[in-house]
């Protein structure tokens, strides 16, 4: 079992940036491969970005160069970078360890809005 908690999400102005972490808790968390998904209105959930255990990382088209994904081993938690961010941004982001079958986080909402 893991247990996964997402902090960071807030309103931000188009071109700005925020930085979501998700924090992990229960089994061993360097085992699975994490990802970020999102939500947006209306929208199916889709993959933003994923890391691999063996740190290699794969992205989204829509957020290349624009977002990071990277994890920390040692303190259990996974971030997403989100820089130059844009409307079309807005959702709710969540953090998920394993894949589709695996663990979720409860989400945390991101809004890019003058």
């Known amino acids: 079992q893991v247990q996964l908690m997402e902090s960071g999400g807030g309103l931000v102005q188009p071109g700005g940036s925020l930085r979501l972490s998700c924090a992990a808790s229960g089994s061993r968390f360097s085992i699975y491969n994490m990802n970020w998904y999102r939500q947006g209105p209306g929208n199916q959930r889709e993959l933003v970005a994923a890391?691999?255990?063996?740190?290699?990382?794969n992205y989204a088209d829509s957020v290349k160069g624009r977002f990071t994904i990277s994890r920390d081993n040692a303190k259990n938690t996974v971030a997403l970078q989100m820089n130059s961010l844009k409307p079309e941004d807005t959702a709710v982001y969540y953090c998920?360890?394993?894949?589709?079958?695996?663990?979720w986080g409860q989400g945390t909402q991101v809004t890019v809005s003058l």
């Open positions: 890391i691999r255990t063996s740190g290699i990382t």
């Open positions: 998920n360890a394993g894949g589709a079958k695996g663990y």
